[in-house]
């Protein structure tokens, strides 16, 4: 029968086809997977395939769906990759959303924000706009003992004190406060912990070259025990509103043929440099970490997702609070990229934490995390 014939080689054909494709994902999704191990400053490729990481997953799930529909075996190929890389796609979605057993006194609830600077740039008569009240409203609501704040302003001298402020609206008396300097000139913006407790020694950790990122770390005394509290701001990506409005034409409409190819490359050149100099901050926070005398609680914007080389050496010997007791999926920007999960809250192995939460309230370009933590033993 020439028609049955035709018929069975057109399949064949397109199942040969599907099967090309679907490897091509799988290793897609591999490279995604390594690219946390694999230092961007020499292997720089993979880090523009850890960005892709939850994308090369999406569509291993698309060919499970399709071989189940033609009834292959051949979904065991997605299935069986997307199995050996859930440790990593458990950074990206969450389906245990714990909650404590304990009595709020037993722990202290941390809150990390990057406030983009309060909103400070549409501020009328150095009146607060409503983000910026929104914001102060929520720290305050939230009720934290401690308080991590990247993109922090200190507000316009003699009319608006954000110090002042936060310590009012949440009853945070004790602070460490990182100002930038540029040209030997301290500048009003920078990083903030806030605590509910005494801060007993703070430190700054300075990023070579870069005036805007840095991270602190503050030794703050919490029932008869010292923990160490960093706070994290890594490389932005920088990107101008031109490249923006670019990554959402070329979004909206991928068939448009006069999207300008050097807009492009000029978007991977700047992914690809704040990779490196993330890369270079991450192990560097990392050292200081191993080296702390006291069980640390790391908390900040990474600028990063869950698979990329930055976050793996910083969580390295933490657990994710995230991955304790989060739900759903962790997108925590509010922008346009990156959209997964950049902002972070992790902490020491000897401490437990419950209660993970994004807050989805747009004040920001970022939505704050929080997690309660508990635990404190002896060493």
């Avoid at 404590?100 to 006194?105: A, R």
């Avoid at 309230?361 to 704050?368: G, K, L, Q, T």
Wanted: contains cysteine; positive net charge; glycine residues 4%.
């Amino acid at each position: 029968m020439p028609g049955y014939e035709q018929k069975k080689k057109s399949s064949s054909f397109l199942t040969k086809v599907l099967l090309a494709f679907n490897m091509a994902v799988v290793i897609a999704l591999f490279a995604g997977f390594f690219a946390a191990f694999l230092a961007p400053d020499i292997h720089w490729i993979f880090a523009f395939a850890g960005l892709a990481f939850p994308y090369a997953a999406i569509l291993n799930l698309v060919f499970i769906l399709i071989w189940m529909i033609l009834g292959k075996k051949y979904l065991l190929i997605s299935l069986i990759a997307l199995l050996l890389c859930w440790t990593r796609l458990s950074g990206y979605i969450q389906f245990n959303g714990k909650k404590t057993t304990n009595t709020e006194e037993e722990g202290f609830k941390v809150l990390s924000y990057n406030v983009r600077i309060f909103d400070l740039y549409n501020w009328k008569k150095n009146k607060l706009t409503n983000n910026a009240s929104q914001i102060l409203n929520l720290l305050g609501s939230q009720q934290p003992d401690i308080v991590c704040l990247q993109e922090y302003h200190a507000g316009r001298k003699g009319m608006v004190d954000i110090q002042d402020s936060i310590k009012q609206y949440t009853g945070l008396k004790y602070h460490h406060i990182a100002y930038a300097k540029y040209k030997n000139k301290t500048k009003p913006y920078g990083i903030a912990t806030f605590s509910r407790w005494p801060i007993i020694a703070s430190e700054t950790i300075k990023f070579e070259n870069n005036t805007v990122n840095s991270c602190i770390y503050s030794d703050i005394v919490i029932k008869n025990d010292t923990v160490r509290v960093y706070n994290i701001h890594l490389e932005s990506i920088q990107f101008s509103n031109e490249d923006y409005l670019y990554v959402s034409e070329l979004t909206n409409q991928p068939d448009k043929q006069e999207l300008n190819s050097e807009n492009l490359f000029k978007i991977i050149r700047k992914l690809k440099k704040a990779f490196i100099t993330r890369a270079n901050q991450a192990r560097t926070v990392a050292a200081c970490i191993k080296k702390s005398p006291y069980k640390v609680v790391v908390c900040g914007d990474f600028n990063d997702t869950p698979s990329s080389y930055s976050y793996n050496q910083i969580s390295s010997g933490l657990l994710d609070a995230f991955k304790q007791s989060g739900r759903g999926i962790g997108q925590t920007y509010a922008g346009t990229l990156p959209s997964f999960r950049i902002d972070y809250i992790l902490h020491d192995m000897r401490f437990s934490s419950t209660e993970y939460a994004r807050i989805r309230e747009r004040w920001s370009d970022h939505y704050p995390v929080t997690a309660r933590i508990f635990n404190l033993k002896e060493d």
